[in-house]
């Protein structure tokens, strides 16, 4: 399959941190991979750190090292468990250090010939760049790119730039955009409010993404009504409203999860493509093994500070 038709899938968070991105990132490479397409991962971050190999594990987590020696995020490791297929290598993570450190190197080396370096077009560039550095590598079907942060944040805008730019490049026949949100269940009402994603949207929207799929973290499955609503408001197909709901065994539920929501097959028909056959014998076979354990085993871990 050449680069041109490559499929580039992007996922952004809205709302508040920590709602999952690395995870459905995951999952949704695991369903896509089970229908036999070649699938690659790789996560952008917006700090300014070259790599999060410095940082302390608290803020950031553990970090994550590729075959390569790469030091890198954790949801790497997220990438790779769930996917067969997909061997992680420094290109897969990317962050504005990065970015800011390769464009700095090249106004130093004259590259640029006397130009005004600028954000756009040459920051962006280079985030597209990396995002391309992976479809000259191998060949792939599908890449899945997840925007590190919350849409709204600062860091973020250079990168929600370069994938608006990618849309307009590549067409929205070969790029889709999907945005996963935070519906919170009011305790004493009972009821789920949808005003959040609805701004979260809005705000995504002032960037000129619109997106094509939204992936809501929910207690319980979304009602009729509020699927409606946040079609209406988001303008958002209903169909491609998905409900993340939250997992009470293991995070290796999450694929079977989306599996039942459809994901794969929203994302498939975005694309225009016909599903192909679902092989998930593999991945139910891990999860059998995790909700029937036959032993018990003892694991020491090591870390630093």
């Given amino acids: 399959?050449?680069?041109?038709?490559t499929r580039y899938i992007f996922i952004t968070?809205?709302?508040?941190?920590?709602l999952g991105k690395g995870v459905t990132v995951a999952a949704l490479g695991c369903l896509l991979e089970s229908r036999g397409y070649r699938v690659t991962l790789q996560k952008m971050d917006p700090y300014?750190?070259?790599?999060?190999?410095?940082?302390?594990?608290f803020q950031h987590g553990e970090v994550y090292?590729?075959?390569d020696g790469a030091e890198t995020d954790l949801d790497l490791g997220y990438y790779e468990r769930f996917?067969?297929?997909?061997?992680?290598s420094r290109l897969n993570s990317v962050s504005t250090g990065q970015i800011y450190n390769a464009v700095i190197q090249r106004e130093r080396r004259g590259d640029y010939l006397g130009r005004t370096v600028q954000v756009i077009p040459h920051i962006t560039n280079e985030i597209k760049n990396r995002v391309n550095l992976l479809t000259r590598e191998a060949e792939y079907d599908f890449v899945i790119v997840e925007i590190g942060g919350t849409v709204g944040d600062i860091e973020g805008v250079p990168f929600l730039e370069a994938i608006r730019q990618m849309r307009r490049e590549r067409g929205r026949e070969n790029v889709c955009f999907i945005h996963l949100t935070l519906v919170p269940t009011i305790s004493v009402a009972g009821e789920a409010k949808t005003k959040p994603t609805q701004h979260s949207v809005k705000e995504l929207q002032t960037f000129g993404i619109q997106?094509?799929?939204?992936?809501?973290?929910?207690?319980r499955?979304?009602?009729?009504?509020?699927?409606e609503k946040l079609s209406l408001f988001c303008n958002v197909a209903e169909t491609n409203i998905i409900s993340a709901r939250d997992i009470q065994t293991s995070i290796y539920e999450i694929p079977e999860m989306y599996r039942q929501e459809k994901l794969d097959t929203v994302v498939l028909k975005h694309f225009q493509m016909e599903p192909s056959r679902l092989n998930f014998k593999r991945w139910s076979n891990i999860l059998e093994v995790i909700k029937n354990p036959k032993k018990t085993v003892r694991i020491a871990i090591c870390g630093k500070y």
């Fill in 211 to 219: 997106p094509d799929i939204l992936v809501c973290r929910v207690n």
């Fill in 48 to 57: 300014i750190n070259v790599d999060p190999g410095t940082m302390s594990p």
């Fill in 65 to 67: 090292v590729t075959d």
């Fill in 1 to 5: 399959m050449s680069r041109m038709s």
């Fill in 13 to 18: 968070g809205g709302v508040c941190s920590s």
């Fill in 221 to 227: 499955p979304l009602a009729r009504d509020m699927k």
């Fill in 83 to 88: 996917t067969m297929h997909s061997s992680m």
